[in-house]
């Protein structure tokens, strides 16, 4: 790492981290506004809240990191032109690709962060969050759902489950599972006190066994001897209890590998749907890209700001700024509504403004 390299990493590092933290206490204190007389009646544990806020927010870190980069972009590369640094580099012979090299490495950085928080944080964490608040700010032990139901199409067959806690699906309470022929008509019912879900396997207490003919009507049990089994192992059931509490939770909980396998589960979906949920899966691996667009189209902003007017080359980056999220919105309901591709709805803006950046980058060097 080259003297220039890390002069220039943390000239732009000091605005990012100032950027970043603003923006964060905005968030915190407009919760606080709605939240303090809970939070200060209950005398809630400040662990509790610090990990509350941090679920609260971790959602919108995707919208805040990318404008706290193109802040940071323009104060620092103004900077550099108001003091003619950029110029003396230049001078010495550096590249401007060089020059502004440490922008787009933090850039990388963030955009790798926010997709490993949209995918392994954010989802679980703000649904925890939301938990929390629902409980007026009380820890949550437990989240109980009842009749919950769960449908296999390629199993051909359909779960309801009479209890279960959310944060501990493997054990659920009242179950009857039915078993489908091919035509539709119902084979088997199995209704059991309990079912456990162990080393990768369905495991029933006590189950009672119901079968029926062609007709749907009831009938003998074939299998007598099963009836003798106070417990039994089910190895054909190849649901795990993530997919029936995936089956059974909000859509903004879920992240890229929940959203494929709904997508996989759910052959049925019409073809609204299904557009719906491939356009939220190449949306939300689109996402994090907008780190580097954005800093890509700041960079020349904030030269022109220097050389033109601070308002100029802010009224600029952020009417990009702002048309980049506004075309993403675009393209959102066009998707949706099937009128464009899904993939194409969810990359385009990232396509024509990565474009564009590269363009104004190329006129600046």
């Not at 003091?83 to 550096?94: D, V």
């Not at 091919?182 to 080393?199: H, N, Q, V, W």
């Not at 998707?335 to 950046?357: E, H, R, S, Y």
């Given at each position: ?15 990012l ?31 509790l ?5 941090a ?8 919208w ?14 103004w ?32 955009m ?13 964490a ?68 309990k079912?456990?879900?162990l ?16 007709l ?6 074939p ?31 879920y ?16 073809q ?22 954005i ?37 959102m309901?066009?998707?949706?509504n ?28």
């Amino acid at each position: 790492m080259t003297i220039l390299f890390k002069y220039v990493l943390r000239e732009f590092l000091k605005p990012l981290f100032y950027c970043l933290t603003g923006f964060l206490g905005i968030y915190v204190i407009f919760e606080l506004f709605d939240s303090f007389n809970h939070i200060a009646t209950n005398n809630t544990d400040p662990l509790l809240l610090i990990q509350f806020f941090a679920g609260y927010i971790s959602p919108y870190l995707q919208w805040i990191i990318p404008a706290a980069l193109l802040l940071a972009t323009l104060y620092t590369l103004w900077n550099f032109c108001r003091h003619s640094e950029i110029t003396a580099m230049r001078a010495s012979g550096i590249g401007f690709g060089v020059i502004v090299s440490p922008l787009f490495a933090v850039a990388l950085a963030m955009m790798a962060l926010v997709a490993l928080i949209n995918e392994y944080y954010a989802p679980t964490a703000s649904e925890n969050a939301q938990a929390f608040k629902d409980a007026d700010f009380q820890e949550v032990k437990s989240d109980i759902r009842e009749n919950v139901p769960y449908i296999n199409h390629d199993g051909m067959r359909s779960w309801r489950i009479n209890r279960m806690d959310a944060r501990h699906p493997e054990v659920v309470e009242g179950v009857r599972i039915s078993f489908d022929r091919p035509d539709g008509s119902k084979r088997l019912d199995i209704t059991c006190r309990k079912a456990e879900y162990l080393d990768g396997m369905w495991w029933i207490f006590y189950p009672q066994y119901q079968y029926f003919d062609e007709l749907n009507l009831p009938i003998e049990n074939p299998r007598p001897e099963l009836t003798s089994l106070a417990v039994r192992a089910l190895p054909d059931l190849d649901e795990s209890p993530e997919d029936i509490m995936l089956m059974n939770r909000s859509a903004q909980y879920y992240n890229i590998r929940n959203l494929r396998r709904l997508l996989a589960n759910s052959p049925n979906l019409n073809q609204r749907d299904v557009t719906g949920l491939r356009y939220d899966i190449h949306s939300r691996m689109a996402v994090p890209f907008s780190c580097l667009i954005i800093t890509l189209f700041a960079i020349p902003a904030g030269v022109a700001t220097s050389r033109q007017s601070v308002f100029k080359g802010v009224i600029t980056a952020i009417a990009m700024f702002l048309g980049f999220y506004a075309a993403n919105m675009g393209c959102m309901v066009l998707a949706k509504n099937c009128l464009i591709p899904a993939t194409l709805g969810a990359w385009l803006p990232n396509v024509i403004f990565f474009i564009i950046g590269l363009i104004l980058f190329y006129r600046q060097r």
